[in-house]
């Protein structure tokens, strides 16, 4: 593992790169790597895979048309509004 990877891995990340902190960066993903190694290693077959840590049971309930609050209530609390609607920041690109 070399600079020239961590540059590399840093550009996928979208992460600045800084040159100083390189070789401490190196010496985190080694020990990362020697961790995962370590859990690659674990015989793992006879295990069933994990669904639920608390072994619940979803409880279902059946959908119920209930009365909704009215526009204008909803409107009022709103920080902004556009043709009747709320009107949200534009998270995509």
Not at 20 to 49: G, M, Q, W
């Amino acid at each position: 593992m070399d600079k020239g990877y961590i540059e590399y891995i840093c550009s996928l990340a979208k992460l600045e790169y800084d040159e100083e902190n390189s070789d401490r960066i190196i010496e985190k993903i080694k020990a990362f790597d020697v961790y995962a190694e370590k859990l690659a290693d674990i015989d793992t077959n006879d295990i069933k895979p994990l669904v639920n840590v608390n072994e619940t049971i979803n409880v279902m309930r059946e959908d119920a048309v209930m009365p909704s609050l009215e526009r204008n209530i909803i409107l009022e609390n709103a920080p902004e509004k556009l043709y009747g609607c709320i009107k949200v920041s534009k998270i995509i690109e």
